[in-house]
């Protein structure tokens, strides 16, 4: 992730280019908010002297590495071991340094995602993956992400972005989810992500977004977006009418005070989104015919606060998080999820960046949803009076507990620990205690 200079951010726990616009928007200007933690790199010397130099006439540039490895112990239909990971990067133009165009810039982000997902291979899970890094950006040479420019007016009192953006940045989200390995809540609710009319990295749609601060901690945030289920397509640069169903429009607002004499900061946000696409019921069997709606609303309420300081930046502490949402039953696949969790940053003098994080997450299946595992021939049906009826899925629960060691400048590390109670929502595959490592590496 790139620092402006003349900028802070909170809510700086995960450094990667798809937080950073949820990060540079989470701060109140010209407020006495805590400072970001400094974004360090592994290539310093000359490379960070043309960095530098670049900075100052106004390009940014951020490449980044962030590789997965999950594998399960116990549980699952079987053991398997799988790597995910992501290349990443990120061109940022101030066009007031370049052209004196001032609080004008744009935004170019491209990746290259590669490896396979556990949750498939061994979970029989087609919701929750142990790796959040996989999917979304197909197995290509280059997935295009981000293409958008934003326009800051009175100091960032009043912030329009319009482009190939995403919902995900603004509504329902927060990079602290991201702290953990696991895709449950990284960097938004699976219930969220799993609409067509909610797109997040490295989704995008084509968007328009305004958000206004009434107060330096309060904001109202209002968003337009194309519906498409293909959210960019494979390489990220389908950008045709013919896949276009519908429009999302959003409406959230926050409040992102810092208490006391320690500035213990904290956010708090709700907002809803409605998506006009016609969306299919939920049907089991195929012998009926299928019978649609028009319109998909997602709510959501969330937060998260620090209670102890352990640093002087915005996440150096102990905080704790949580949130809840609800996407309409009948056409959902996911339509109901709570989460809670507790951060500790820099809990150590000597460990500053080291942080711990433990989250759970509870999921409801909407009605009439197909569990991805299916019972074989010869096996015991649930239900032997109705034999053609396939196996639905109801509710999965997923507990995730990750410390994370910053090697050095540039380099972090993060042993994670995952279990799945009920993984699919089937009930009927055995409960599962996946082992990871997550790597990130800012070059």
């Known amino acids: 992730m790139l620092v402006p200079a ?18 540079l928007n989470a701060i109140p200007p010209d407020s006495d908010y805590p400072p970001a933690p400094p974004v360090t790199h592994l290539l310093e010397g000359e490379v960070g002297r043309w960095r530098s130099s670049l900075s100052k006439k106004g390009v940014d540039i951020l490449l980044d590495d962030w590789s ?43 990746v290259q995602r590669h490896g396979r997902r ?27 992400v981000y293409f958008y420019a934003q326009k800051k007016w009175l100091h960032g009192r009043i912030i329009l972005t319009a482009g190939r953006y995403a919902p995900g940045p603004d509504f329902d989200s927060s990079p602290l989810q991201c702290l953990v390995m696991g895709g449950a809540t990284c960097s938004q609710p699976r219930a969220t992500s799993l609409t067509d009319g909610y797109s997040s990295w490295p989704g995008t749609a084509w968007s328009a977004v305004l958000r206004v601060r009434p107060t330096k901690p309060t904001y109202v945030t209002f968003g337009a ?26 409406l959230g607002g926050g409040y992102e005070p810092a208490f006391g004499p320690h500035r213990l ?11 006009s696409s016609p969306h299919a019921y939920n049907d089991a069997t195929t012998d009926t015919p299928t019978r649609w709606r028009h319109g998909q609303m997602i709510s959501y309420v969330a937060f998260d606060q620090m209670l102890v300081r352990n640093g002087k930046y915005s996440d150096s502490g102990i905080i704790i998080l949580g949130g809840y949402t609800h996407v309409t039953s009948g056409i959902s696949v996911i339509s109901d999820q709570a989460y809670v969790g507790i951060e500790d940053v820099g809990q150590f003098a000597g460990r500053p960046r080291d942080a711990l994080g433990l989250t759970w997450s509870a999921l409801r299946y909407g009605p009439n949803v197909k ?20 196996l ?52």
Not at 13 to 20: D, F, I, K, S, Y
Not at 68 to 87: H, I, P, S
Not at 118 to 144: E, W
Request: glycine share 14%; proline share 6%.
């Open 118 to 144: 556990l949750s498939t291979d061994a979970l029989q899970d087609g919701v929750v993956n142990p790796q959040q890094i996989y999917g979304g950006g197909g197995n290509v040479l280059i997935h295009l």
């Open 6 to 23: 003349a900028e802070t951010w909170a809510q700086s726990t995960v450094t990667g280019p798809g937080a950073r616009p949820e990060i």
């Open 225 to 250: 977006y194309e519906t498409s289920p293909l959210k960019g397509g494979t390489a990220g640069t389908d950008w045709g009418g013919d896949h276009i169903t519908g429009v999302t429009l959003a």
């Open 265 to 275: 900061n904290g956010h708090y946000k709700a907002g809803m989104l409605w998506d």
């Open 371 to 390: 569990s991805v595992w299916q019972p074989g021939q010869g096996t015991i049906l649930l239900d032997p009076l109705s034999p053609n009826k396939p």
């Open 392 to 443: 639905l899925a109801s509710r999965e629960s997923i507990f995730d507990a990750t410390y994370n060691v910053h090697v050095c400048n540039g380099i972090d590390i993060a042993p994670d620990f995952q279990y799945f109670w009920r993984p699919g929502g089937s009930g009927r595959v055995r409960n599962a205690a996946v082992l990871g490592v997550n790597a990130h590496v800012t070059l």
């Open 68 to 110: 997965e490895f999950a594998g399960n112990l116990t549980g699952g239909t079987r053991k398997a071991q799988d790597f995910a990971g992501q290349v990443a990067m990120e061109v940022d133009l101030d066009w007031g340094k370049i052209f004196n165009i001032p609080d004008f810039t744009t935004t170019i982000t491209v």
